[in-house]
């Protein structure tokens, strides 16, 4: 359990730098840019411009290193699959290793690199959004993207509001979870020996009372935001409107001269 407390996906690290500033909409696009770049540019050498430019802007976002990385621990186990898989499963290239029907080709062992180094750019990247936007602020801008299908009857506050309460409460849930684990154990429960189903079965005592607690949770949350007469996005005002500045317009060129860079360094490789 305490693996699942370094998730990082929906936690906010305060901070007043540049990267903060930025319109959540401007950090929202970047995003999305920068997931569909990973998948668009191929070879290791625009991977390494790419990840440079995520540490730099975790640098000017004065984000710890230690921080991002610690998102990455809940996922060490399907990383390191997804590598053994591709590694022992891809054939091509200079055969580099075999004992029986075990073989390892170099192109096997640069397609399980690449994929793992591709998850944990994601997860990274991520996380960095996450780290640097505060829940109020992510509702408001994925509000703002999503306002153009309100044409259509796309309810966009409401999606926008089910998945920012969806993120902020996944560290509450953890929390919560870890709490519960360290009553049970407390009280003589088993969560590591047996096979899998004994370990699916031992999980129960855990599992009811965090489904008890979540549900708790959001019935509270509810009747706050009754009492507090919230009726949705119709009508309803903001302390802060988002307003982009010279900062997200700098910030786009200067994405966009990066991401345009990172695809020629993939067709020149």
Same mark, same amino acid.
């Given at each position: ?10 936690? #906010? ?7 903060? =500033? ?12 920068? +997931? ?33 990385? =610690? ?7 399907? +990383?390191? $699959? ?9 054939? *091509? ?18 397609? /399980?690199?690449?994929?793992? +180094? ?7 990247? @991520?996380? $960095?959004? @996450?780290?640097? @936007? ?8 994925l509000e703002h993207i999503l306002s153009p299908g309100a ?21 509450? $849930? ?19 020996? /047996?096979?899998?189903i004994k370990r699916a079965k031992n999980l129960l005592p ?11 949770r959001a019935d509270e949350l509810a009747m706050a935001m009754?009492? =507090? ?5 119709? *009508? &309803?005002? &903001? ?12 910030? #786009?060129?200067?994405? /966009? ?5 990172? #695809? ?6």
């Amino acid at each position: 359990m305490s693996m699942l407390k370094n998730v990082t996906i929906g936690q #906010y690290y305060p901070g007043d730098s540049v990267v903060h =500033r930025l319109d959540p909409r401007t950090k929202l696009g970047l995003s999305v840019a920068f +997931i569909v770049m990973l998948f668009v540019v191929k070879g290791f050498l625009p991977y390494v411009w790419l990840a440079a430019l995520v540490l730099l802007v975790a640098q000017i976002a004065s984000v710890p290193l230690k921080v991002m990385m =610690r998102g990455l621990k809940p996922l060490t186990f399907i +990383i390191g $699959l997804t590598f053994l898989l591709h590694v022992f499963t891809t054939r *091509g290239g200079v055969t580099l290793w075999q004992l029986g029907f075990l073989r390892i080709d170099s192109h096997g062992l640069a397609q /399980g690199a690449f994929l793992s +180094i591709r998850l944990i750019m994601l997860v990274v990247a @991520t996380s $960095l959004l @996450t780290l640097t @936007t505060s829940p109020i602020a992510l509702t408001d801008g994925l509000e703002h993207i999503l306002s153009p299908g309100a044409k259509l009857g796309l309810p966009a506050h409401e999606l926008a509001m089910m998945m920012t309460i969806a993120l902020r409460f996944i560290p509450t $849930l953890i929390d919560e979870a870890d709490k519960i684990m360290r009553a049970q154990l407390a009280r003589g429960a088993d969560f590591e020996t /047996g096979g899998l189903i004994k370990r699916a079965k031992n999980l129960l005592p855990l599992l009811v009372p965090l489904f008890v607690s979540a549900f708790r949770r959001a019935d509270e949350l509810a009747m706050a935001m009754e009492a =507090r007469a919230y009726r949705g996005g119709k *009508g &309803r005002t &903001r302390l802060k409107e988002l307003q982009y500045t010279s900062s997200d317009f700098w910030a #786009y060129c200067l994405s /966009g001269l990066a991401f345009v860079a990172a #695809y020629y360094l993939g067709r020149w490789a």
